[in-house]
């Protein structure tokens, strides 16, 4: 461990490796996270099997560019339209009789949906894992010390495309200043003539195809397989219970914090760290909260 | 009175949980054998290659007639139940196929792990166990009489590199005191072990370890160990982790341009590297327990060709190459199948004796059991990818193609 | 809240009888009844915090792991073995124990396992009960993911090698004693799964169990009226993971191999079978959870094996199934269905609406 802190110090261009590699794996957890956010803050559903809709999409992308030849990058779109239509569906089969549940129904309904589509995507295309090859090769500066996928600046900038494209859909479009007004008060957009039940549809497949865009990337900077949907949901959630619900910009200041907080203790604890940070990272979040509320709240001991 | 309704309906669940009787370990003219194998869950990548091999085997057995104990002649059949790469279900399951299905002679689960807490249950009921994917040493110290493994067992895997290694920098002058390694193991039963095998040899030829990661089993980005990598340059970078680390591996060792003259990894052919990464994995040097170059051969599959040859023809998948899992998988079923005719008998004890006094070859190797379960008679070769093939580089005796050293610098 | 009467007797009879009778009657069935006796074990302390107090736990499956490590530890050392060094070797030490040395390590590591689990349980309480709703769920879901990790990365217990235990004495040599190991554990799981219930059962009549349905209903109100809810749920929990402690323990002696990840912390097996289980009987209910895991544990060990992989997709129905068409559980449903026949009296049909379930 000391060894590590030691190479950092000495030879700081590897800190750069770390940083830019960091910032860009943390914006694509931005995006998952982003969508947790909307269907948490939207609907009061706690989706756990965020992670499972990641890793879909990327499977669907590896599926889609291996058997057309198509570049994964270019799949994205058609893998968004894909993942709408599927959180429509599911939407419709059990979380319209979630919405209104209380708290722990859509956390255990999640889960259950989260092992179907684990097992589902294991049967479906094998445990092997998979990477999408976007074929471009990696970007070498500072004479080689640092070389970084090329794919990881493109999906850096992708998420910033796409997290624009959510925030001005949101505020211009009709569809999003009804899921805003729903997310304020239900009742009252309800009285107001919207249709609650299909903003509800909305903002879950929105949030399934933002996840799937999220998958394409994850397939093509890292590695997918069926199983490795958990950490993707741990991390939105960690991210989200961070910044708040309905916080953009916190949302995309955690996930980067937390691409970079992970690379830095994969280097300095050694990689077996990895997972156990982003964890021990979310029970320290909710610790710091829960201080922060009890200093208001005031009870019995 | 419907609580009580309820409790006797419980009750009748429970009985009829008992109907389903033991069958008899052998069938009118079936040998059943039994395997807890890991379909699902984190080692499924390997549990169903080798679920083909021990197919694929018992399917040749049939086709040639079966096996003749007593002047009759019996087919083999294999029930497998999903053990989800968890050690606790596979030794429920142990339980169940030996106390319910009435198994008598097991096939083993993949992995380290699994092995381990399958190991105790066979023991107990008495029950010979022949594995072909457990390859701890741990297992092998417990005075285990039922267990028996046709592979090499696990400090075997890499030790041939570290020579390699130590040799070539003794060619090119330099002390191999000098070797800085630099070691990735997941952590896992399995891993750990060959890891630790690894830790004596270099410390045999007084190498310094200068990394020395665990992998978490959610391996999906090891960019931080890697960076490490570069900046503490070693000579000799060797990596474990079942199939995922080495897809992993293959894959961001290629991005990352990482340029250590020698890396060595295992379970290359079953995380089919040559095939995803072909430019990252140029040079890479791969464990494995056989290569279908060998010049092994028996009756029923013929030459180790041979049998790569047919597994390809059968099973979709595999056309960068059969992983060696599979290899020794079919070759645990010939050792039962060889052990059911010498033993002539259906009694565990006397199949149990066959298997301990085993000396046969197959195409897989030699197979020839220690006291302890072992096997001693085959020994582990190492691959170099060559121009996208698996070459034996060590050790000598089998060595078809001259190590490249160093590895030429993967992609661009 | 069941009242006693002959109704309940008799099933007190009939499951302790059934569970007396089986591993003679069925003795190709010990370990699974054996684990269906952990599994109602499961069932039961999840309840306690789940059903009664309103405290949804994703991650009671940490004590369950907690208690299984602790047991380990203890029996290796009472074995008169270096822990570090045991673990060490993978395994790989031939262990030599004598017979006493196995059952004193046993019991004391049992033992300590239930006091440990006790300690860890109200030091958690301290850090999370302020948290509420889902918060709660998922904090304590980081809880079990966290030690899994943590515990992997512990070289002294063997890290993600696991550590092999001592076996049952006798039993690795002769195979003559199979059935004496799997009776004696069978007895023990039996034996902490009836004491579980009947403590719990006892704990539910007192002004305890009042006052954490108290807190399930309303909380804010629960501390409005001077009821110190903090004190109640560190309670509450510590004797949900004493008995959780010790099933660890028993379990992890059953399988003789232990690791951190898949047999200690299973999270999503076992962690999520018990809530699985609680709210498939009817969770706020004395015999719902049991009911549960009875039914839980009798489709998942008559069809699991025969699905091959499929079974994971048949549990995740299961789940949604029950969590969003069927939330009262089977004892719920009855509650709402056959009133009088729970002691609870209705007066007119409307008031039995919702005089079940527990949200």
């Given at each position: 461990m000391w060894g590590s802190i030691e190479v950092l110090l000495s030879l700081p261009a590897y800190n750069v490796g770390l940083i830019l590699n960091g910032l860009c794996v943390g914006a694509v957890f931005a995006l998952a996270a982003y969508g947790l956010a909307l269907v948490w803050g939207v609907m009061n559903v706690k989706n756990l099997a965020q992670g499972e809709f990641v890793i879909m999409g990327g499977y669907l992308a590896w599926y889609i560019a291996k058997t057309t030849g198509m570049n994964p990058l270019l799949t994205l779109p058609i893998v968004a339209v894909l993942m709408f239509v599927f959180g429509w569906a599911i939407y419709v089969l059990m979380i319209r009789r979630v919405v209104d549940k209380d708290l722990f129904t859509s956390l255990l309904a999640t889960f259950g949906l989260a092992i179907v589509m684990q097992q589902a995507l294991n049967l479906a295309f094998g445990p092997e894992v998979q990477v999408a090859q976007f074929g471009r090769g990696s970007v070498s500066m500072m004479g080689g010390i640092?070389?970084?996928?090329?794919?990881?600046?493109?999906?850096?900038?992708?998420?910033?495309?796409?997290?624009?494209?959510?925030?001005?859909?949101?505020?211009?479009?009709?569809?999003?200043?009804?899921?805003?007004?729903?997310?304020?008060?239900?009742?009252?957009?309800?009285?107001?003539?919207?249709?609650?039940?299909?903003?509800?549809?909305?903002?879950?497949?929105?949030?399934?195809?933002?996840?799937?865009?999220?998958?394409?990337?994850?397939?093509?900077?890292?590695?997918?397989?069926?199983?490795?949907?958990?950490?993707?949901?741990?991390?939105?959630?960690?991210?989200?219970?961070?910044?708040?619900?309905?916080?953009?910009?916190?949302?995309?200041?955690?996930?980067?914090?937390l691409g970079v907080i992970e690379q830095y203790s994969g280097f300095v604890l050694g990689a077996e760290f990895q997972v156990a940070t982003v964890v021990v990272m979310l029970l320290l979040v909710l610790i710091w909260r829960q201080y922060q509320a009890s200093r208001i709240r005031q009870v019995v001991r | 009175?419907?609580?009580?309704?309820?409790?006797?309906?419980?009750?009748?669940?429970?009985?009829?949980?008992?109907?389903?009787?033991?069958?008899?370990?052998?069938?009118?003219?079936?040998?059943?054998?039994?395997?807890?194998?890991?379909?699902?869950?984190?080692?499924?990548?390997?549990?169903?290659?080798?679920?083909?091999?021990?197919?694929?085997?018992?399917?040749?057995?049939?086709?040639?007639?079966g096996v003749t104990v007593d002047g009759k002649k019996y087919k083999i059949k294999i029930e497998y139940y999903d053990d989800e790469s968890t050690p606790a279900r596979g030794a429920q399951l142990a339980e169940r196929l030996i106390q319910q299905d009435g198994v008598e002679y097991m096939l083993g689960p993949y992995s380290s792990g699994l092995t381990k807490a399958i190991a105790p249950v066979t023991e107990k009921y008495g029950v010979p166990m022949v594995e072909a994917e457990g390859a701890s040493r741990s297992l092998f110290t417990q005075g285990y009489r039922y267990l028996f493994a046709v592979l090499s067992t696990s400090e075997q895997y890499l030790a041939s590199a570290i020579d390699l290694a130590a040799e070539q920098a003794k060619s090119t002058g330099k002390d191999p005191a000098e070797l800085k390694v630099a070691l990735a193991f997941e952590n896992d039963p399995f891993s750990q072990d060959v890891r630790a095998g690894v830790m004596e040899d270099a410390a045999k030829h007084g190498m310094q370890i200068v990394i020395d990661e665990n992998l978490p089993r959610d391996l999906s980005d090891m960019t931080p160990t890697l960076i490490k990598v570069k900046a503490l340059k070693p000579d000799l970078l060797i990596i474990s982790g079942h199939s995922k680390g080495a897809a992993t591996a293959a894959r961001q060792i290629g991005e990352m341009a990482i340029e250590v003259p020698m890396i060595a990894l295992t379970h290359c052919d079953a995380a089919k590297v040559t095939e995803k990464f072909p430019e990252a994995s140029e040079g890479f040097l791969c464990a494995t327990q056989w290569s279908p170059t060998l010049t092994y051969s028996d009756d029923l599959f013929g030459s180790a060709a041979d049998f790569e040859k047919l597994f390809k023809e059968t099973y979709e998948g595999y056309d960068a190459g059969v992983p060696y899992q599979s290899a020794q998988a079919a070759a645990a079923v010939m050792v039962f199948a060889d052990a059911f005719e010498r033993a002539n008998s259906f009694d565990k004890d006397k199949v149990r004796d066959a298997l301990s006094a085993t000396d046969m070859m197959?195409?897989?190797?030699?197979?020839?059991?220690?006291?302890?379960?072992?096997?001693?008679?085959?020994?582990?070769?190492?691959?170099?990818?060559?121009?996208?093939?698996?070459?034996?580089?060590?050790?000598p005796k089998w060595a078809s193609h001259k190590l490249v050293w160093p590895r030429q610098a993967a992609g661009n | 809240?069941?009242?006693?009467?002959?109704?309940?007797?008799?099933?007190?009879?009939?499951?302790?009888?059934?569970?007396?009778?089986?591993?003679?009657?069925?003795?190709?069935?010990?370990?699974?009844?054996?684990?269906?006796?952990?599994?109602?074990?499961?069932?039961?302390?999840?309840?306690?915090?789940?059903?009664?107090?309103?405290?949804?736990?994703?991650?009671?499956?940490?004590?369950?792991?907690?208690?299984?490590?602790?047991?380990?530890?203890?029996?290796?050392?009472?074995?008169?073995?270096?822990?570090?060094?045991?673990?060490?070797?993978?395994?790989?030490?031939?262990?030599?124990?004598?017979?006493?040395?196995?059952?004193?390590?046993?019991?004391?590591?049992?033992?300590?396992?239930?006091?440990?689990?006790?300690?860890?349980?109200?030091?958690?309480?301290?850090?999370?009960?302020?948290?509420?709703?889902?918060?709660?769920?998922?904090?304590?879901?980081?809880?079990?993911?966290?030690?899994?990790?943590?515990i992997g990365a512990w070289r002294w217990v063997g890290g993600g090698s696991g550590i092999s235990l001592p076996l049952y004495p006798g039993s690795?040599?002769?195979?003559?004693?199979?059935?004496?190991?799997?009776?004696?554990?069978?007895?023990?799981?039996?034996?902490?799964?009836?004491?579980?219930?009947?403590?719990?059962?006892?704990?539910?009549?007192?002004?305890?169990?009042?006052?954490?349905?108290?807190?399930?209903?309303?909380?804010?109100?629960?501390?409005?009226?001077?009821?110190?809810?903090?004190?109640?749920?560190?309670?509450?929990?510590?004797?949900?993971?004493?008995?959780?402690?010790?099933?660890?323990?028993l379990h992890g002696n059953i399988v003789h191999f232990i690791e951190p990840l898949e047999v200690a912390f299973p999270t999503i097996t076992f962690g999520i079978f018990m809530v699985a289980m609680s709210l498939l009987g009817g969770k706020g209910t004395l015999w719902g959870p049991i009911l549960g895991a009875v039914l839980f544990h009798v489709i998942k060990e008559v069809t699991w094996t025969h699905l091959l992989g499929w079974q994971w997709v048949a549990l995740g129905l299961i789940i949604i199934v029950n969590v969003v068409y069927f939330q009262q559980g089977i004892v719920g449903w009855l509650m709402e269905r056959f009133p009088e026949r729970f002691g609870i009296r209705v007066e007119t049909d409307a008031t039995a609406q919702g005089k079940g379930g527990a949200d």
């Open positions: 640092v070389s970084i996928l090329e794919i990881k600046f493109w999906a850096f900038g992708m998420c910033i495309l796409l997290a624009g494209a959510v925030v001005a859909f949101m505020k211009f479009s009709r569809m999003g200043q009804a899921i805003r007004a729903t997310s304020q008060d239900a009742r009252a957009a309800r009285v107001m003539g919207i249709n609650t039940d299909r903003v509800y549809a909305f903002t879950y497949a929105l949030n399934s195809a933002i996840c799937g865009a999220a998958g394409v990337l994850v397939a093509m900077i890292m590695v997918i397989q069926p199983y490795y949907g958990v950490t993707h949901s741990v991390r939105s959630f960690v991210i989200v219970t961070a910044a708040g619900i309905g916080n953009l910009p916190g949302v995309i200041m955690s996930a980067l914090g | 009175m419907l609580l009580r309704k309820l409790g006797f309906s419980v009750a009748a669940a429970a009985l009829s949980m008992s109907v389903t009787t033991a069958q008899a370990k052998v069938e009118g003219d079936t040998i059943i054998l039994g395997s807890a194998i890991s379909l699902t869950g984190k080692y499924s990548t390997n549990g169903i290659h080798t679920q083909n091999g021990y197919e694929l085997a018992a399917k040749l057995i049939n086709d040639g007639g197959t195409f897989y190797g030699g197979i020839k059991f220690a006291e302890a379960g072992n096997n001693i008679a085959k020994p582990m070769v190492l691959w170099q990818i060559q121009d996208n093939q698996y070459q034996v580089v060590a050790p | 809240m069941i009242a006693t009467n002959t109704n309940e007797r008799l099933l007190q009879i009939a499951v302790l009888a059934f569970g007396l009778i089986a591993p003679f009657l069925f003795p190709a069935y010990i370990q699974q009844i054996a684990l269906l006796w952990i599994m109602i074990l499961f069932a039961l302390t999840w309840d306690t915090m789940g059903g009664q107090m309103g405290y949804n736990s994703l991650g009671n499956i940490f004590f369950f792991g907690a208690g299984m490590y602790i047991c380990a530890v203890v029996q290796i050392i009472v074995g008169g073995y270096d822990v570090g060094e045991y673990t060490a070797a993978f395994g790989a030490i031939k262990v030599d124990i004598t017979d006493t040395q196995y059952f004193t390590g046993l019991f004391i590591g049992l033992a300590a396992a239930a006091v440990g689990c006790v300690f860890l349980s109200i030091i958690l309480g301290f850090f999370f009960f302020g948290l509420r709703g889902p918060y709660f769920a998922i904090g304590t879901l980081g809880i079990a993911l966290a030690a899994g990790e943590l690795d040599i002769f195979p003559g004693s199979a059935d004496e190991e799997g009776l004696f554990f069978y007895f023990l799981c039996m034996a902490s799964a009836v004491a579980t219930f009947l403590f719990f059962r006892w704990l539910y009549k007192t002004r305890f169990g009042l006052a954490l349905n108290a807190i399930r209903d309303d909380e804010e109100k629960a501390e409005g009226m001077g009821i110190h809810t903090m004190r109640y749920k560190t309670v509450a929990w510590a004797c949900s993971s004493f008995f959780l402690g010790i099933s660890g323990g």
